[in-house]
């Protein structure tokens, strides 16, 4: 037996000089990372209501806006903290992306004004780049190629608990301390709170127990400019890293669609009908989980099928399943109504499904020697679809509840659309050089 078969994770071949304990530290670190992501967008309506008092018909701009102003910064620090992880390595940049989130964490409470808010979703913004992107240049550091997609969909069930515990226990805490005697801005400051130490944590077994896999035993001594460069032409290059690309805006637009609206949406629509922001927010707490642990249950199965299949059909499946979920999400009206069940759940399938193959794709095109600058433009494209999600999705918001879901839809049938042509395209090229 080879050193290579010896070197396994349960199912998952690690790449040489990846131990089993960094591997399996990797998973509760993807957990905890989407915890501290999806708390802050869960948790912004309350804010908004509580804390700074905005007015309610307002509120969907005022997301949409500060949404955008956030995935505008990522969109411009992905890249370049790709390109960090190169140069001075994994870990620091992780490690580092965490911490600033703590910081976020803990002055978001503290915010008096709508400018303040600003300001510390700018700071939570940096951190995000940071230990975003750095999440995603370890899938293509740990596994074997031909375990990738195992891996990625083992992340998912992770980032799925992560995402379902925040939405089950986390954005119920303001409830728990208000029956505590608690008033409603000091339960959403200690609710806030915990999302500091949840960061903490993070950082540490990021810090103690993450290593570089295979591809960054040594930093990258190649300029800053040299590796944009490179990045830059191997999208131009490679039709795969391109669809990658596109897939990426839609899948990540996908999430902030769930993260920013869903809550929003439920707790507007209670309050619209005489409840309660309580009553709004107990039934974003039953959609969401639903739609994460859908995620939990399909992204490994799906990360073991697209292993079976090919990266390009694993894309047009995820995507045809993103496209029905989120288009038939956005003719829902009452969000209280169990017709809201089926639907979640066949989002969350496109939703896991859609990540899962995304990244898996890129994971296997990306070239070694500039992977974090590869990853790095992945993620920045992720960003663009975040600020179409989040800006014009809050904008549409106003006037339609349910018209960010209608927009992804779209987005994610025409990647779909995408993966086909690049399919087709490359079996004609196939064709005719046989």
């Known amino acids: 037996m080879s050193q290579t078969d010896n070197n396994k994770l349960g199912p998952i071949k690690l790449m040489p000089g990846v131990g089993k304990i960094n591997a399996l530290s990797f998973f509760p670190v993807a957990m905890l990372n989407n915890s501290v992501f999806t708390l802050m967008n869960f948790m912004q309506p309350y804010v ?50 965490l911490l600033i989130m703590s910081l976020a964490y803990f002055c978001f409470p503290l915010m008096n004004d709508i400018y303040q808010l600003y300001l510390v979703r700018a700071i939570f913004a940096v951190g995000v780049s940071a230990a975003s992107t750095v999440l995603l240049i370890f899938t293509g550091d740990y596994p074997e190629e031909t375990s990738r997609g195992r891996m990625i969909g083992i992340m998912g069930m992770f980032q799925g608990i992560g995402v379902t515990a925040t939405s089950l226990f986390l954005v119920k805490m303001p409830s728990v301390f208000q029956e505590r005697g608690f008033d409603s801005i000091e339960s959403g400051t200690y609710t806030l709170w915990i999302g500091t130490l949840i960061c903490l944590l993070a950082a540490t077994i ?55 609206f869903t809550f929003l949406w439920t707790s507007r629509y209670a309050l619209d009908n005489g409840m309660s922001i309580g009553e709004g927010y107990a039934r974003g707490a039953v959609i ?26 694993g894309i047009m499946i995820a995507f045809f399943f993103a496209a029905a ?15 809201v069940i089926p639907v979640a759940i066949l989002l969350g399938m496109g939703e896991g499904a859609a990540i899962v193959s995304s990244t898996a794709l890129i994971g296997k095109r990306a070239p070694a020697a500039i992977r974090g600058t590869v990853f790095g433009a992945f993620a920045m494209c992720g960003a663009v679809g975040q600020i179409i999600a989040g800006g014009l999705g809050g904008v549409l918001f106003d006037y339609i509840y349910t018209a960010p879901y209608l927009m992804m839809g779209f987005l994610n049938f025409t990647v779909m659309l995408l993966a086909i042509y690049t399919w087709y395209s490359k079996k004609k090229m196939r064709q005719s050089n046989g």
């Open 48 to 97: 908004l209501e509580e804390h700074l008092g905005i007015a309610r018909e307002v509120q969907g701009v005022v997301v949409g806006s500060v949404a955008t102003m956030q995935e505008v910064m990522i969109l411009l620090l992905t890249a370049t903290m790709g390109v960090l992880a190169d140069k001075v390595g994994r870990r620091p940049v992780f490690a580092m992306g």
């Open 206 to 260: 990021v810090y103690i127990s993450l290593k570089p896999g295979l591809h960054q035993k040594k930093q990258n001594t190649s300029s800053f400019k040299k590796l944009f460069n490179e990045g830059l032409e191997a999208a131009k290059k490679d039709s795969d890293i391109r669809l990658a690309y596109f897939a990426s805006l839609a899948a990540r637009g996908d999430l902030i669609v769930v993260g920013l």
């Open 288 to 313: 969401v989980p639903i739609i994460a642990s859908t995620v939990i249950v399909t992204s490994p199965i799906f990360g073991f099928l697209i292993d079976r299949i090919g990266r390009i059909n």
């Open 325 to 339: 979920g989120y288009t038939t999400m956005g003719f829902i009206e009452n969000p209280m109504s169990n017709a």
